[in-house]
Antibody, heavy 121, light 107 residues
Framework: EVQLVESGGGLVQPGGSLRLSCAASGFIFTSYWMSWVRQAPGKGLEWVANIKQDGSEKYYVDSVKGRFTISRDNAKNSLYLQMNSLRADDTAVYYC??????????????WGQGTLVTVSS | DIQMTQSPSSLSASVGDRVTITCRASQSISSFLNWYQQKPGKAPKLLIFAASSLQRGVPLRFTGSGSGTDFTLTISSLQPEDFATYYCQQSHSSHYNFGQGTKLEIK
């Protein structure tokens, strides 16, 4: 069974840092791009970042560039999101998702259960 | 950035109804359009990719269509488990923007 399990969320003060992890299982991790997608409370979905299979390419939404870093450890089948200089508007559930790609486009499947990040003093 | 606009933002319907949700892109995205379903407190689930391809395991009552800038998600006969929020998402550009969502509620 393909499974993604996030961890590392919690309460952090504005300006603080947090590192999210996503443990992947049930598929060949090194064959896929991976993404982080977030959802602020009561709001819609926002793609945050993605990373190529070997980590050589990374892309970010403008609002997190320079503050967040996506990375992966293929030996551990794990995806990470290092979040620095956190702001109140970064408060959200953060989902890890497998980023499937082909000639028909790119889509997220499956998603993890999410981990909540709350930025507040 | 490509902007995605869904309509309506919310919709009330009854079990057995046929419903259609629309998604419009601010520029042509060919068929690079996906649909997701999200239930309260749960992660989104892929329903349709590439505008009209049904994800494995998704019931046949879900249909996607469209290309260019205008797309639709149709549920042919609503079932109780279909009441949820639906999102479209474009993958034409490297920034995968989502629509704002359509909340489907029981009438």
């Amino acid at each position: 069974e393909v499974q993604l399990v996030e961890s590392g969320g919690g309460l952090v003060q504005p300006g603080g840092s947090l590192r999210l992890s996503c443990a992947a299982s049930g598929f060949i991790f090194t064959s896929y791009w991976m993404s982080w997608v977030r959802q602020a409370p009561g709001k819609g979905l926002e793609w945050v970042a993605n990373i190529k299979q070997d980590g050589s390419e990374k892309y970010y939404v403008d609002s997190v560039k320079g503050r967040f870093t996506i990375s992966r450890d293929n030996a551990k089948n794990s995806l990470y999101l290092q979040m620095n200089s956190l702001r109140a508007d970064d408060t959200a559930v953060y989902y890890c998702a497998r980023d499937r790609r082909g000639v028909l486009g790119r889509w997220f499947d499956p998603w993890g259960q999410g981990t909540l990040v709350t930025v507040s003093s | 950035d490509i902007q995605m606009t869904q309509s309506p933002s919310s919709l009330s319907a009854s079990v057995g109804d046929r419903v259609t949700i629309t998604c419009r892109a601010s520029q042509s995205i060919s068929s690079f359009l996906n649909w997701y379903q999200q239930k309260p407190g749960k992660a989104p689930k892929l329903l349709i990719f590439a505008a009209s391809s049904l994800q494995r395991g998704v019931p046949l009552r879900f249909t996607g269509s469209g290309s260019g800038t205008d797309f639709t998600l149709t549920i042919s006969s609503l079932q109780p488990e279909d009441f949820a929020t639906y999102y479209c998402q474009q993958s034409h550009s490297s920034h995968y923007n989502f629509g704002q969502g359509t909340k489907l509620e029981i009438k």
